[in-house]
Each structure stands twice: as C-alpha cells, then as structure tokens.
C-alpha cells in the first residue's frame, strides 16, 4: 500500500483548533490500527519558532532531534504517542531557503526560478520526504493560517497539484470552519463557512470534509446548509463544538462518524478502533473532584499557551491520581512592578513552579516565590531558568553568596553561579543554536529524582544557553543543595534541595515527553507531594 495523505485547511479566523482535529483524526486512524504522522505547515517567513516571542506564537515545542517547532506538534505527540523530528515542521522560510541556495549553486542554471514549480515542488518534496521516511500508512498535513492569506497560497496550491498526483483515492481535503452564533437571535450563522469554502474552491481544492467549530453543536438546518453549499453529502459535515476537555474531541468526532468516512475516502478497511484507554483517561479526568492549587509563577502568563504543554502535563498527572490541578497564574514582572507580596499571592499554594523564559523581566518575582516554596516546605519545581533561578536563590538566601546570579541578567555577578555553555561562547547568530532537544541523563542513586524515573538512565529534552557553573557546586551543596543527575559530559540537569518534601530544578523540559496515558515522572511526583 503506497502512503496516503489527509490535508487539513482552516476557514474564517486562525486558532479556532486545526490542531486539534489533525490530533483527532490522527488518532483515530492510529485506532483503527494503520500508522500515521502528522505536518505541520506554518507559512511564515521564519525558519522556526525558536527565536519568537511566545506572546507572537504560544509555546515553542521542542522536538527529540531539537526541533523549535510550532505547538500543534505537542498536540500531535500527546494525541498519537509518537516522536516526530524537526522535518515535521515545514515552514516558508525553510522552503525559500532552500530553493534559493539551490539557485545560487546553479542548480536552476539558464531557468527563471518561479513560485510555480520551483517553491511549489520544494514544498512536495518536503512533505513526501517525511511520508516515505516515515513508512506511515497516512501522513497529516495541517496548513497554518486561513485560506485566502497570502503567505498560505503556495502551500495550498502544492495540495491542489498532489490531489492530482497521488489520485483521488489517496487523499483527502478536511476544511475545518467556524460556524459563530449570535449573541442576539442566538442563530447559528453558515455564511462564514460558505465563504471559506468558496476561497478553498477558488484555488481549485474540493473539500471532501467539513468540520464545523462552534460554541453548541451544529443544528440540522445549518448542517444541511453547510453541506449544500460546499457540494457534500450531510454526513461529511461534522460538528466539533466545545467541550471540557480537548482530549474529549476524537471520541466527539468518532461518534459522528469521522473515523469511518475517511478511511472509507482513503479506500481502506473500516476496522473497530480500539478507544477503551484514551475513554479511560477522559473519564478520569472528568471524575477528579479533589483539587490541588499549583501555582505558576512566569513572564507570559496573559497567554496561557506559551505554557502549553506544561499545562497538559500536569493535566496528565493529575488524571493518573485521580486529582485536578487548579492553576493559580502569577505575573513575575507584576510581582516586581507593583511591589506585591508573594506570601499573599502563593498562600494556600499546595505547589508552585516557576515556568521557564529568558530574559531579565520578572526574575526577581521568581525568585521571591522560590524563596517561598523553598522556606515553606511547599512542592516545588523549576523547568529551565525557573531551576536556574533556583540555583541563585540557594545561593543568596542559603549558601550566603551575596550578589549571585547567572550572567545572562548580571555579567558582572561577583557569583555566576549561572553562566553560558562554553560552545555558546562562539556563536554570532540566534537562530537554532541553543543546546536543543533530547540528551541522555545520568540520575544519582539515592535521590528523589532517580526514585520519581525508576531507573538511572532517562533522555529528556533541551532548549537552553546557560547552565549551572560546576565552580561553585560545592559551596552550594554544603548549602542543602544536591544534584540529582547530570548528562553524560557532566553537566548539572537535576537539583534538589535536601530536608524539604518535594524541591526540584530540572534543566530540561519533562513536559514535552509526557503523554495522557504515560505522564511525566516529574509532574506525577509533585502532583502526588500536592495532593498530601
């Protein structure tokens, strides 16, 4: 069976869940028993999302090979229990790149290099290359934005032009739509989907699936008008309307049928899909009446999604403990700003993380609530700089190392007891070269973290610049600090702070491993010293 590819569009306004439904249909023909990867195509002109401001973008998901990528890659991830790598991620700026280093070679001598083919091909070849390396039965491919802009164009006509090549057995167009309702009459309005639609057909794409995002489920009336305005029978439109819990949206959608009509589309067997685990899980979820208050203390925190994964990580462990995770947002520039008191704004805190981010804004709010956490026996965890910071407020508060820091804020600290990786010394460009995605880390026998993970051996995954400075390891130590674990050169991953019930710093970034049904050790175990 050659590879087939399903293409999913959106229609009227971006961030109304694209991801999502990739995700969903992803896992429901993972259900069905048939392999599956999942694109991303985000027509910007950056190469990645790692030198974005989360504000711009939401979180920059981190791939295992070290991939900066866009978000809908977690969603992808948690939703198919897969890995996927950088190649996942196509962008705009990497396909004019290409194409133009191509050009500057002489690999086009003597042609005019156009959109079409030459940008159009790029975008194929890319797409095809992760099919064929994949060896996946379907390959998702999401395009960014909405139809009609600008930037989305030539990734849209290179679906038109691959629906020709691949044949119409072996692809299938998904247009996801808002459907909005008034606030005034409270009627479901079609119109905006119409719309959508006919730009999608304008650029020569039939949809073969719509998708109906909207507050209430889709009424009869509007699901027939929806389904005559885009040349469809009823039972290719399909309502996606809001629910509690994203994870709920695959089993929304295989009630109605999703599941079966595109493998049907695709010309595959129409097997039982095997939904009990993931049901499980949402009924958990569902059922978790204890709660535990986590606060999280960052820099982002107006837009929730620069935090994403963290988020659902937390989620996961909660649903594995039978508890709800109620999240308790602190603004660590405000905290500094307005002079508020931390004690008020964590009291009654079962546990506080301090997020990760770069920068000098909001560092000294975070260490406030460090200190808090650390002096008042409350769970404690600290991903990236939030472990970095931690390393400082030991210093200043525990081991007497007055004006500590890490040099990324102060280079004149009279203590770095934070400072730049030695190999970061020599770059002279931002772009994708941070210490990135996942390393092997050695965990100390003995240590809360090595009792959380169950073995001695783990890889998670990085995105940072700065690490602990091994000169001052001592000192801190004889200060209540401990490393927990280090990579396998030596550097310091994991800390702890002993006679406390639940202290941990992690330089890398647990939360993009775990998955609804496999949560991370790290959240699991902080959850858990939460909940006592």
């Known amino acids: 069976m050659g590879g087939k590819f399903v293409f999913v569009t959106g229609g009227v306004l971006s961030g109304i869940g694209k991801g999502i439904t990739t995700a969903s249909i992803g896992f429901l023909l993972k259900a069905r028993g048939y392999s599956v990867t999942a694109i991303k195509i985000d027509p910007y002109l950056n190469v990645d999302a790692g030198t974005m401001n989360p504000y711009m973008h939401g979180e920059v998901y981190v791939t295992e090979d070290g991939g900066e990528t866009d978000l809908d890659l977690g969603h992808y991830e948690r939703f198919l229990g897969i890995n996927l790598s950088k190649k996942n991620n196509i962008t705009t700026g990497q396909v004019y790149m290409k194409v133009i280093e191509a050009e500057r070679r002489g690999d086009y001598l003597g042609q005019t290099v156009q959109i079409i083919p030459h940008i159009t091909d790029e975008i194929k070849r890319r797409i095809r290359e992760v099919a064929r390396e994949t060896g996946a039965d379907v390959t998702l491919v999401e395009i960014g934005g909405t139809v009609g802009d600008i930037e989305g164009l030539p990734f849209l006509e290179a679906v038109r032009q691959m629906r020709i090549e691949e044949g119409p057995d072996n692809t299938v167009a998904v247009h996801v739509a808002l459907v909005p309702v008034l606030t005034t009459t409270g009627e479901q309005k079609t119109k905006p989907v119409q719309h959508s639609v006919q730009e999608l057909r304008r650029i020569g794409i039939q949809p073969d699936a719509i998708v109906a995002r909207c507050p209430r489920p889709l009424e009869p009336e509007a699901r027939r008008k929806i389904a005559l305005y885009a040349s469809l029978p009823e039972e290719a439109v399909f309502s996606d309307h809001d629910v509690e819990l994203t994870y709920e949206v695959p089993l929304l959608l295989e009630e109605q049928g999703l599941g079966s009509y595109i493998v049907r589309?695709?010309?595959?067997?129409?097997?039982?899909?095997?939904?009990?685990?993931?049901?499980?899980?949402?009924?958990?979820?569902?059922?978790?009446?204890?709660?535990?208050?986590?606060?999280?203390?960052?820099?982002?925190?107006?837009?929730?999604?620069?935090?994403?994964?963290?988020?659902?990580?937390?989620?996961?462990?909660?649903?594995?403990?039978?508890?709800?995770?109620?999240?308790?947002?602190?603004?660590?520039?405000?905290?500094?700003?307005?002079?508020?008191?931390?004690?008020?704004?964590?009291?009654?805190?079962?546990?506080?993380?301090?997020?990760?981010?770069?920068?000098a804004r909001g560092v000294e709010g975070k260490l406030e609530a460090i200190r808090f956490a650390r002096e008042t026996n409350t769970p404690f965890l600290g991903i990236c700089y939030g472990m970095q910071l931690a390393v400082v407020e030991i210093a200043r508060n525990a081991a007497g190392l007055e004006g500590a820091h890490t040099t990324e804020v102060n280079p004149?600290?009279?203590?770095?007891?934070?400072?730049?990786?030695?190999?970061?010394?020599?770059?002279?460009?931002?772009?994708?070269?941070?210490?990135?995605?996942?390393?092997?880390?050695?965990?100390?026998?003995?240590?809360?973290?090595?009792?959380?993970?169950?073995?001695?051996?783990?890889?998670?995954?990085?995105?940072?610049?700065?690490?602990?400075?091994?000169?001052?390891?001592?000192?801190?130590?004889?200060?209540?600090?401990?490393?927990?674990?280090?990579s396998l050169d030596g550097r310091v991953e994991f800390i702890e702070f002993k006679d406390h019930r639940f202290f941990v710093g992690t330089q890398p970034h647990p939360e993009f491993k775990s998955r609804p049904l496999e949560p991370s050790p790290i959240f699991l175990g902080l959850i858990k010293a939460a909940a006592r």
């Open 265 to 359: 589309r695709l010309g595959l067997e129409d097997r039982a899909p095997d939904l009990e685990a993931w049901k499980g899980f949402v009924d958990r979820m569902k059922a978790a009446s204890r709660r535990v208050r986590v606060s999280m203390v960052g820099k982002y925190t107006k837009l929730r999604d620069s935090y994403l994964s963290i988020i659902e990580a937390l989620k996961h462990a909660g649903a594995a403990l039978g508890v709800r995770p109620e999240l308790n947002w602190v603004e660590a520039s405000e905290v500094e700003r307005r002079k508020l008191d931390i004690t008020e704004m964590l009291e009654g805190s079962d546990a506080v993380i301090v997020l990760p981010g770069f920068g």
């Open 412 to 486: 004149d600290t009279p203590h770095p007891v934070i400072d730049l990786l030695e190999e970061q010394r020599r770059i002279d460009r931002l772009g994708g070269t941070m210490r990135l995605g996942a390393y092997p880390i050695k965990l100390y026998k003995g240590t809360l973290v090595h009792s959380l993970y169950g073995r001695e051996l783990v890889a998670e995954r990085h995105r940072h610049r700065y690490e602990v400075n091994p000169r001052y390891l001592d000192r801190l130590e004889a200060a209540g600090m401990r490393v927990a674990g280090v």
